[in-house]
């Protein structure tokens, strides 16, 4: 991953990524988790010991102040939570489907969402891959779902899923449309 560092003196002008060399958002500090509760904080536990972590793979490409490029691969049916972040971002849908509200939305589509907005979407069939374009180099992820009877649901979810996730490819190697 290229990371450029902006100082007075000199501005990032030009920079070269490759996907190969991105990490892991696991292995990075640029998502705080903001406005945790006990309860969001035990309902994200319970996600993460049914598998949620089996669901996405998350990269992040590019990084400098005041922008970053993210790779994210949600396989299908991935319970992404509703939620928001202190940055404005530009999805673009390199393959698969998602689900957003009344919309379905495939390869070549995109979508904004501003700062502090909450959303969620759902993968579809196949998973979706998605490229972020951000407005910020670190931003923060501020969940909505604030009941136990919420986080229960998204761990059930992850339990249902998971078996479905095992060996699944990312839908830009199996050659799909939507």
């Not at 909505?144 to 990312?170: C, H, I």
Request: charged share 20%; hydrophobic share 40%.
């Amino acid at each position: 991953m290229a990371t450029a560092a902006a100082s007075p003196e000199s501005e990032t002008r030009f920079a070269i990524y490759r996907a190969a060399d991105a990490p892991d958002f696991s292995e990075l500090s640029i998502m705080e988790m903001a406005g945790l509760t006990p309860t969001i904080q035990a309902g994200i536990e319970a996600a993460q010991a049914e598998g949620a972590a089996e669901g996405d793979m998350v990269k992040l490409l590019f990084a400098m102040p005041g922008m970053s490029l993210t790779y994210a691969w949600f396989k299908s049916g991935y319970p992404l939570p509703l939620h928001s972040h202190n940055a404005d971002c530009l999805y673009y849908i390199i393959a698969g489907t998602l689900r957003l509200g009344t919309e379905e939305l495939g390869a070549g589509d995109g979508f904004f969402v501003g700062s502090d907005v909450p959303y969620a979407y759902t993968p579809g069939p196949n998973g979706v891959e998605v490229l972020e374009f951000r407005t910020a180099d670190k931003f923060d992820i501020r969940f909505m779902g604030k009941t136990k009877t919420f986080w229960d649901k998204t761990a059930d979810s992850v339990r249902r899923e998971r078996a479905n996730w095992a060996g699944q490819l990312p839908p830009s190697q199996l050659h799909t449309s939507r």
